[in-house]
């Protein structure tokens, strides 16, 4: 898997009007002055995503889905399936996002069901993960990281490992406008292939993409894009600006 990646959270934003128009800008955009080696992943809600991926040049630009469920499929009123998701030409699933265990309680054992599914049904997981404030302030921050990949993550097979990506995504710097320094980021990322190579071998940790996340702008993210373990950022709130996301995937 290329290790250069932008992926474009845009959660629950747009309307459907809205979503194929910021799909169509990134598109043409990137036309204009695309990186090249860089892997691009528009992150629509839902019930956008076909839509999304109907109006962007798929060769160039990926889809994914912010969440799916936990069950493969039934009597589960309002989920979504890997399947259902892989069905629409994503190719990308979030899982874990810190807003996503902090609103609706996902735990360990929900992410791993999930994991598993998206594995299944051939999309690439984007593993979230990343401590509170009160946790960083009590310098719990690398306690915390291995234990949200410890039951989850750490817990794969070999082959399974090498098709997904890590995001580390700091909760106290989503949507804050605070980002991690690049130093900050960047321990938290060499302790993260550490964990990595100590499970299951340097080579496929060097393999394994890690994202930042947090506050990423056109402003800091060629930093952060600099630092060794920094393989690309998972953008929110930026992501919902043409532009500015152009303007990050061309920081590299
Ligand atoms: P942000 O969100 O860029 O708005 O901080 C990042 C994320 O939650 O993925």
Not at 28 to 48: H, Q
Request: aromatic content about 6%.
């Amino acid at each position: 898997m290329n290790r250069k990646i932008v992926a474009g959270n845009w959660k629950m934003n747009t309307l459907l009007e809205s979503a194929i128009r910021l799909a169509g800008d990134v598109d043409s955009l990137l036309a204009e002055r695309n990186p090249g080696d860089v892997t691009v992943i528009l992150i629509p809600p839902f019930p956008f995503i076909h839509n999304v991926a109907d109006v962007i040049d798929r060769t160039k630009i990926k889809v994914g889905a912010q969440n799916c469920a936990s069950e493969a499929e039934g009597a589960y009123t309002g989920e979504v399936s890997a399947a259902m998701i892989e069905s629409t030409g994503a190719e990308y699933v979030i899982i874990g996002h810190s807003e996503r265990r902090q609103y609706f309680g996902e735990n360990d054992e929900i992410l791993s069901k999930k994991l598993k599914l998206v594995l299944e049904n051939d999309l690439i997981p984007i593993f979230c993960i990343g401590e509170k404030l009160e946790e960083r302030e009590a310098g719990k921050q690398f306690e915390v990281v291995e234990n949200q990949l410890k039951n989850t993550i750490l817990s794969l097979n070999k082959d399974d490992v090498k098709k997904l990506v890590i995001a580390y995504e700091p909760v106290w710097a989503i949507g804050t406008g605070k980002t991690a320094t690049p130093e900050q980021a960047q321990e938290i990322h060499a302790h993260i292939r550490k964990l990595l190579g100590n499970k299951f071998g340097t080579d496929i940790a060097n393999q394994i993409p890690v994202l930042y996340g947090g506050s990423v702008k056109p402003g800091n993210a060629k930093e952060l894009f600099a630092q060794p373990d920094i393989d690309g950022g998972l953008i929110g709130g930026a992501s919902l600006k043409a532009n500015d996301f152009v303007d990050i995937i061309n920081s590299f």
